[in-house]
C-alpha cells in the first residue's frame, strides 16, 4: 500500500483534507492517555435477556458486540464469523425494534444481553463490551465486532480462528490490530437494494487501495491510519490555511505527548474517521477498550500479523443511519461525524462510490497487496 504520507507543512494539508487530517478524536484519545486519570467509573449493569446455557468449552472463541436495529446484515455476519470459527456470539441489543432481537434470540449461539445505560454515556460502546468481556470472558480470546463489519486476515479462507489464536499464544501476543476497510457498491442511492442474507461482499465488492495516511501517538495502538472511503467522499474539503498549521503541529506533537499543550482548536470538521483497531485479544484482567475499540489500556502485545475490519455502511439504510444518529446525538462529540456525512448527503442523495484506483475484493490476499494486512515469515510457515 502507498501510504499517502507527506511533510508536515500548511500548505500541503491544506491542499489535501484526505491526506491530511488526523484521526477522529485524537484530541480526545490524547487526554484519555496522557492526562491524569480520573477515578473509573462502575461497569454497567448487565441484564442477561436470553436463557441458555453459558459453557464455553476450554478454547471456545466468543464474539462480542453492540447493534442497535442490524438485522439487514445480521445473517451474513453470523455466517461469516462461523465459518471463520466462532463457537459463541454475545451480543448487547441497544433497544432495537426491527425483528434484531428476536433474530438473535432464536439463533442457538448467540446469548443475548442489554444495558440500561445511554450510548451517549459508553464512549462509543467501549464501555459496554469491555464489561459484558470482563463477565464472562476473562481469560478467553475474544473478537470484539460491529455488526457491519466483517474480520479478515491473512489466509482467513483456509486459517481458522482457532489457529490463529493458538499461533498468536505460541509468539507471546495477546491481541491482534486490524484496519476498518470501507467497502462500497458502485454507487451510493442507486437502484439496487442489498437484501438480508445476501453475501455482503458481493453487494460491497469494492474498497480504496491507496487513501490511506499512517499517524503515531501515545496510547495503544502507537501506529494507527485514517483515510479510506469515508475520507475521500465526505472529508475533501481543503482546510483554511491555519487550521492546516495547526493540524500539522498536533501531529508533529502527538506522538510525544505534546499536543495537549496546544491552544484548543476545534478541528472535528477537517477529522475523518480513525481506522485502526484492537478486535481480538486474549481478554486478561484489567483490560479494556476506551473510544469504541480504537484503544485499547492497558497496552498489550501485538502479533506480527496483522487482520482488517471489512466494513459495510454504504448499504440503503445510510440515509437513515445518519439522520438518526444526528437527531439523538449519541455518538462522538454529537454525532459529528454523520453530519459531515448528511452535508454531502443533502447535496446528492445518489452518487457514484467509486474511483480510479477502487479494487474488487476477492479474497484476504487483495488486502496484503495493497499493504492493508500483514504477516511474518513465520506466520506464513505457519498457515502452510
Not at 54 to 70: H, P, Q, T, W
Not at 335 to 363: C, G, H, M, N, T
Request: hydrophobic share 40%; aromatic share 10%.
Amino acid at each position: 500500500m502507498r501510504l499517502l504520507a507527506r511533510a508536515a507543512t500548511g500548505g500541503q494539508v491544506a491542499r489535501n483534507a484526505e491526506q491530511g487530517s488526523i484521526g477522529r478524536g485524537q484530541a480526545a484519545l490524547s487526554l484519555l492517555t496522557l492526562l491524569p486519570r480520573a477515578k473509573r467509573r462502575p461497569d454497567p449493569v448487565i441484564h442477561r435477556i436470553d436463557n441458555r446455557p453459558l459453557d464455553f468449552s476450554a478454547d471456545e472463541i466468543v464474539a462480542v458486540g453492540k447493534l442497535r436495529n442490524e438485522m439487514l446484515r445480521l445473517p451474513d455476519f453470523l455466517r461469516h464469523h462461523r465459518r471463520l470459527g466462532v463457537g459463541r456470539f454475545l451480543a448487547i441489543d441497544d433497544r432495537s425494534d426491527d425483528g434484531t432481537r428476536a433474530f438473535l434470540l432464536d439463533q442457538p449461539d448467540v446469548h443475548v444481553f442489554e444495558i440500561r445505560e445511554p450510548f451517549s454515556e459508553s464512549r462509543g460502546g467501549a464501555r459496554w463490551t469491555s464489561a459484558l468481556l470482563n463477565q464472562f470472558a476473562p481469560g478467553r480470546w475474544a473478537l470484539t465486532l460491529d455488526a457491519d463489519e466483517l474480520f479478515v486476515y491473512p489466509g482467513c479462507e483456509t486459517f481458522d480462528l482457532r489457529s490463529l489464536c493458538r499461533y498468536l499464544e505460541s509468539t507471546g501476543a495477546d491481541c491482534m490490530t486490524a484496519e476498518m476497510v470501507d467497502m462500497y457498491p458502485r454507487w451510493l442511492g442507486g437502484p439496487d437494494r442489498y437484501r438480508a442474507g445476501e453475501s455482503l461482499v458481493a453487494f460491497c465488492p469494492y474498497f480504496d487501495s491507496d487513501t490511506y495516511v499512517k499517524r503515531r501517538r501515545r496510547g495503544f495502538p502507537t501506529n494507527y491510519l485514517v483515510g479510506g472511503a469515508r475520507a475521500r467522499l465526505f472529508y475533501n474539503e481543503p482546510m483554511p490555511p491555519k487550521i492546516a498549521f495547526y493540524d500539522a503541529l498536533s501531529q508533529l506533537l502527538e506522538p510525544y505527548g505534546l499536543a495537549r499543550l496546544l491552544p484548543a482548536i476545534d478541528i472535528t470538521r477537517w477529522q475523518p474517521p480513525l481506522l485502526t483497531k484492537v478486535p481480538l485479544a486474549r481478554w486478561l484482567p484489567g483490560r479494556r477498550y476506551i473510544a469504541a475499540g480504537h484503544v485499547m489500556a492497558p497496552p498489550g502485545k501485538a502479533g506480527d500479523v496483522t487482520g482488517a475490519l471489512l466494513h459495510f455502511k454504504f448499504l440503503h439504510d445510510f440515509t437513515d443511519k445518519v439522520a438518526i444518529a444526528i437527531r439523538e446525538g449519541n455518538y462522538y462529540l454529537g454525532s459529528v461525524e454523520y453530519k459531515r456525512y448528511a452535508e454531502r448527503l443533502d447535496q446528492d442523495r445518489s452518487f457514484e462510490l467509486i474511483y480510479p484506483k477502487s479494487l474488487i475484493y476477492q479474497s484476504s490476499d487483495d488486502l496484503v497487496r495493497c499493504g492493508l494486512m500483514s504477516f511474518s515469515p513465520a506466520y506464513q510457515a505457519a498457515t502452510r
